[in-house]
Every structure is written in C-alpha cells, then in structure tokens.
C-alpha cells in the first residue's frame, strides 16, 4: 500500500453519470432474483489489491461451506479512473454491490449525503461484530455526526514517526524525543553537527497543498496535541485553538532552526538527510529490498508524535489511515442481513484476523491487536509492527465531510504550507485557516 492509495480524488455527479452510461457495468446484484431458490445471493466489491482480493475469496468460500442459503461473489472494484469513481457510476447506474471494502471515512460521508449507505448500526447483529471483534474504543472516533455508524473499519494503520536512531545516538540520544521542546533541543544539536548536510524533517510534501498530504504531517501532530479532536465533524469546524497554534508555532520554530528541507530530495529519511518522517507499516517491505541497512531500533525507532510540553506523551494520538466497509441502500433487506451475518462470521474469530494481518501487514482494526494472542506470533517475527498494534486504539480516523478534499487542501494553503515557507505567522495562519474553513462548510 502506499500513500498516493489514500489520495480520494472527488468526482462531479455529472461526470459519474457520464461513465455510468459509457461503462455499462453488468456487475452488481440482481435484487430480482437475489433469494432466488431460497439462495440469497450477495457482491461483494474488495479493493483493487490482489492480496485483499485473495482473502475475501477464500473468506467467502468458507462461510458458504456453513451457509447453503448465501451466496457471496466477490470481485475487484474497478480503479478506472478510481475506484471512488467506479463506486459512484455504479451508484449512479443502479448497478451498486451489497457491500464493498475500501472506503474511507471522508468518502463515506459523500456516500451517506447521498443516502446510498445503510447506517450500520441499524442492522441486527452489527452490535455483535463490535463486541466479538473487541473494537470498542476504535470505532468511537468513526461515529458519524448524525450518531450512526456508516463504515466498519477493517484496518488501521495508526502513522507514526520514524527517526534516525543512529544519528540520535551520534547527538547524544537513546531514544526519540517525546516533546517539542525535547525536538527542538534535537534539531539545535543536529544543525550544529552537520550544517546543510542534514535536516530534521525533509519532505518536499510539507509545501504540497495536496489535501491527502494534510493527513502524514498537519493531523498526525494535531491529533497529538489536540488529545484527538475531531476538528472538522459534520458540516461544523471543531478546531482546538489552542492545540492548532501550537502545531503552527512548532513548524515554524522548526524552520527557524533551519531544520526543515522542502525540497525534492530522493528518500531523505533513507539516506540520512533527514532524520524525523512519518512511516507506515507498508514501509518495511520495501526498505527490505532497497534499504536493509535500515534495522529496527538500530539505525531507525518508531514513536508517537511529539506533544506540547504541557501535554503527557503517553496520551498522544494519531492520525489512522484506514478504511473499511460499507453496506449500499440499493440492496434487499435480505442481502443487507445476509452482508452483516457473513461480517459476522468473519470477524467471530480472530484467527482470520490474523491472516488478514498476516497476508496484507495491515493492523486489523482491534483494540487488542496487541495482547491477543493469535497476533502474537506476527509481532515476534515482525517487532516493528508491535508500536502500530499498541496504538490503534490510539488513532483519529479522517473528517465525516463529503468536501474532506476542498477543506484539507484550505489547511495547507492557508496555514500549514505558508508556516513551512516563513510566509504567514502561526496565530494569523491559524484565524485564516478557519475562517477559509468555516466559510467552505457554509
């Protein structure tokens, strides 16, 4: 997975009815004759990666060797041009599938504007995919502003920071600083030693107005010193002032210290040139191939964003990148029911969990992921993946606002990139970031 997937790029209703009509999809349930037989017959749509695929097929097939009533057809979502895109069209075209996986909180709130999703939490026995799963405390911060719950989380990759542990060392360190003060004490010493060699946080996305970016570097430190704040919930702005200031004023002390390089630069955190970057688990694959001198808490270390001083480490929060599934209101009540029985069985026992996590290294969204114990042969052979277990919990999901994209790309143009380049004063960043906001939420 990488964080281009995340990118949701929005699509206008005109232009979905325009593929509707040129795709011609032939792929969704037949609600005519879904029970035909007394077989009811459900699609399901897996994101468009082979592994995902795989499992929901072998998932499927083995709830139907327990189930002869149900029958579960599962095939890829589309990704011409996007898979959001395919979704619409089929919507739009009355071809949608009982349920699909894939989807994000942000588009799940375009899809529930338009009254395509069935709030799960209706559903007999949605209730009981929650307790059995023991996601408790990880679904609370997807719940949407209307009180329900449209999206079952599948995964959660709670991001985290990963810092040069090597270059700590070299400076003095054992370990990661927890506060910003404790970060800025890093950079002083870093651009001592090394001048323009080397920058705390290089990343030329820190200047990208790109509204997915917002989520690797502004909410990752804003769900840290806001406790989780939601920010924007519904159609209503629900910034911590406090908190977003002191996001503001820490990026703009780092690059007074000139630890900031926004400039292209081929794999800084790799090569050295900068030592602090977010990290997602779907990062360790690829360093085993292109960077195997990069070894867990030996020349790299994970932690949660750094805090304001006056707020405890132990209680920072992240930002998820995540997604689940949702259920379409085009399906029979029937094949509704049927949707959330299979969910149901899937999500019974934790061993398929765990080959979910073991197939793909995306963090099942449980609030045990850590102490259960069929996950631990995972994280004893992969102890990287042990920090992103521990904090699922831990993690903010994105905005429940259909505009999700128009309203990041304000975070970054107003404040976030300006404070980057020098260009705007933290506290005036942040009255010219919300009122841009409060005004788009109009």
Known sequence: MKKRNSALLMVTLSAVMLSACSTGQNTANDNSNAAAGGVT?????????????????????????????????????????TSEASIQSAIAAKSAPTISENINRGFAAQLADSEALVPLDTISGFSDIVSARDMTKTLEPWKFADGHQYVLPIYSN??????????????????????????????????????????????????????????????????????????????????????GTEVLSFVDDIRKEKGILSRQVTDPFETGTGIFTDIGPWTFSMWDQKYPNLKYNETYALSMPPVPDDVDPAQSKTFADTKGLVIYASATKAQQQAAVDFIKWVYSDAANDAKWFKDTNLPPARDDLSTNEAFKPIL???????????????????????????????????????????????????????AALEKALK
Do not use: C, H
């Not at 468009?48 to 890829?76: L, R």
């Not at 370990?175 to 404790?182: F, I, L, Q």
């Open 41 to 81: 017959t459900i699609e399901f749509w897996a994101a468009p990666n082979p592994t995902q695929q795989a499992y929901w097929q072998e998932m499927a097939k083995a709830y139907e060797a327990t189930n002869d009533k149900v029958k579960i057809n599962v095939s890829a979502i589309k990704e011409s041009p």
């Open 380 to 434: 004893d052979a992969s102890p990287q993946l042990k920090p992103y277990a521990e904090n699922v919990p831990n993690a903010v999901p994105p905005m429940d606002n259909a505009k999700y994209n128009d309203l990041q790309t304000i975070i970054g143009v107003e404040a976030f990139n300006k404070v980057v380049k020098g260009e705007i004063a933290p506290a005036d960043g942040w009255a010219a970031m919300k």
């Open 158 to 243: 709670p991001m985290l920071f990963g810092w040069r542990l090597d270059t700590l060392k070299e400076l003095g360190y054992d370990a990661p600083p927890k506060t910003y003060s404790e970060v800025l004490e890093v950079t002083s010493k870093l651009k001592a030693k090394y001048g323009d060699k080397k920058y705390l946080w290089a990343k030329p996305d820190l200047a990208d107005p790109t509204a997915w970016k917002r989520w690797f570097d502004f909410y990752m430190l804003y769900d840290a010193a806001s406790g989780g704040n939601k920010f924007i919930e519904g159609s209503s702005f629900t910034g911590d002032e406090k908190a």
